[in-house]
């Protein structure tokens, strides 16, 4: 089986639209969550989120904008910082040997709402013709392949929280079997509508407003958390071929070892400590790599009052008595949940972490819960930290859980 | 306004080409209408000019063929272009 190199990496992100201003804010304990100002704010209990300040307008020429929701817009962004970042000449490499994976949780939720607000509101006569087109779940995908002429497989992964995470881990499968030398990986989402907003606030997982400051909404692994913030973008990277890569000189950001995969059957919801364990369990498996080596895990950590006393307890069973000399931490304290491109931005955040040889901070973690016991890096970076292997943790509603374990490039 | 230059209005602002650049023999492919474009613009002139435009086959290549087409319409469904573009 073939290894995997990461060559490539592009965020479009609450905390910064390149990967450098990103890992500046991460680093930094710098908040993308804020008051979240518009038409209809006033109609949210908690009017809170992690926008992405992203001008689709100074980045698409207007005939092209108009065929793009806002999720692609955010997807093409991304992959071009990453296809260009890893120098990746396609044709040269073979457009047939490259597949793009992407992941998300909504889809095209802008579209839809305005398709539905000109028709059930407006009573317009006809709902916009490129309708379907930017509200399809693999239009990201799609547009992607479209712009670089990347004629490999060409998959959407919708499985809710956890989708990016899986669309990586996938294309990793195939680059390691060898059906493809080179996959665009990642995940999207534009979820920031009244719609899906309050959709989520009816289902009391949003996080109460902090009017004083809100940045300190979001509070993961806190005992007073009291839930997410939904924040919006992609990030994507490119993943190839080790040979491949050393072959045409690429940077080689890390070394995708792992991945490990389960479901949660108990509930739709509610997470499994049995089931998260199981994810992480398999995907050291897969890497080949002893839980002791394992120097930082990007948690899942969502700020809600079920995940994060889950997981927590997932990451005991899996590392025992060293769980609580692992640093662990919840970036979602600073860029939000991005859903289906949150596994993806916190592959990249677990990237920089060991390519900087420091663990970002959860933030806002005054009071820790006592469920909650592991060193979570509280409001500060740790620096100096030698982290060789790392962890991501993505878990979801309707029980896909997916973990990826990579190594730092010497 | 005529119905060529209220169609240029609406070409200037979703195609981004410059008004100057269109003229009633520009082929509509020049500015990337193929196909699937085609049915965008449809809909935007129907709203634009407050007309319907039946589901038939018609081939329209030239930005002149379009203000034709559109003048056609209006007469048969009564609509004056220039006053529902208002």
Same mark, same amino acid.
């Given at each position: 089986m073939r290894r995997v190199a990461i060559t490539g990496m592009g965020v479009v992100s609450p905390l910064g639209n390149t990967v450098a201003q990103f890992s500046d804010s991460l680093m930094s304990g710098i908040s993308g969550i804020s008051r979240l100002q518009n038409s209809f704010s006033e109609r949210l209990l908690s009017p809170i989120a992690a926008s992405a300040g992203f001008d689709g307008e100074a980045r698409f020429p207007v005939a092209k904008l108009r065929m793009l929701d806002r999720a692609s817009q955010f997807a093409l962004a991304a992959a071009d910082d990453a296809i260009t970042g890893a120098g990746l000449d396609v044709l040269r490499a073979s457009p047939e040997r490259i597949g793009v994976f992407m992941g998300t949780g909504m889809g095209g939720a802008q579209t839809l709402e305005a398709g539905y607000q000109d028709l059930f $509101? =407006?009573? +317009?006569r006809a709902v916009k013709p490129f309708s379907i087109l930017m509200a399809m779940q693999n239009a990201p995908a799609s547009w992607i392949a479209l712009e670089y002429g990347l004629a490999g497989p060409n998959l959407t992964f919708s499985t809710a929280c956890s989708s990016s995470a899986v669309a990586i881990g996938e294309a990793w499968q195939r680059i390691r079997f060898g059906e493809a030398d080179a996959m665009i990986a990642g995940g999207t989402d534009a979820p920031l509508t009244l719609g899906v907003l309050k959709a989520w606030e009816s289902l009391r997982t949003v996080a109460t407003l902090d009017a004083e400051n809100p940045a300190r909404s979001c509070k993961p692994f806190s005992k007073n958390r009291s839930g997410l913030v939904l924040g919006e973008g992609a990030a994507v990277v490119v993943l190839e071929a080790w040979e491949h890569a050393v072959q045409r000189g690429a940077p080689i950001h890390a070394e995708l070892l792992g991945y490990g995969l389960s479901t949660d059957t108990?509930?739709?919801t509610r997470p499994s400590v049995h089931d998260q364990a199981r994810a992480m369990q398999l995907a050291l498996a897969s890497a080949r #790599? =002893? @839980? %002791? =080596?394992?120097?930082y895990i990007n948690a899942h950590?969502? +700020?809600t009052l079920a995940n994060d006393g889950v997981e927590t307890a997932a990451i005991k069973q899996v590392f025992g008595k060293i769980a609580h000399k692992i640093a662990v931490s919840s970036t979602k304290s600073m860029h939000g949940h991005l859903l289906g491109a949150a596994g993806a931005l916190e592959f990249v955040a677990t990237i920089l972490a060991m390519q900087s040889a420091t663990a970002p901070p959860t933030m806002h973690l005054a009071e820790p819960d006592p =469920?909650?016991?592991?060193?979570? $890096? @509280?409001n500060q970076a740790r620096k100096n930290l030698d982290i060789a292997v790392a962890m991501s943790n993505s878990f979801a509603f309707g029980g896909t859980n997916a973990v990826l374990v990579a190594r730092r490039v010497q | 306004m005529s119905t060529l230059e209220r169609l240029q209005e609406l070409l200037v602002r979703d195609y981004?080409? /410059?008004? %100057? +650049? #269109?003229? @009633?023999?520009? +082929?509509?492919? /020049?500015?990337? $209408?193929d196909s699937l474009g085609m049915m965008e613009l449809l809909f935007e002139i129907e709203k634009a000019f407050g007309i319907v435009i039946p589901n038939e086959h018609v081939e329209l290549r030239t930005v002149g063929q379009v203000v034709d087409y559109i003048n056609k319409l209006a007469a048969e469904q009564g609509t004056a272009p220039h006053l529902a573009a208002q």
């Open positions: $509101v =407006e009573q +317009a108990g509930h739709i #790599i =002893e @839980p %002791e =080596e394992i120097g950590g969502t +700020a =469920e909650c016991d592991l060193d979570y $890096v @509280p | 981004g080409i /410059s008004r %100057e +650049a #269109i003229a @009633p023999e520009m +082929a509509l492919q /020049s500015f990337g $209408v």
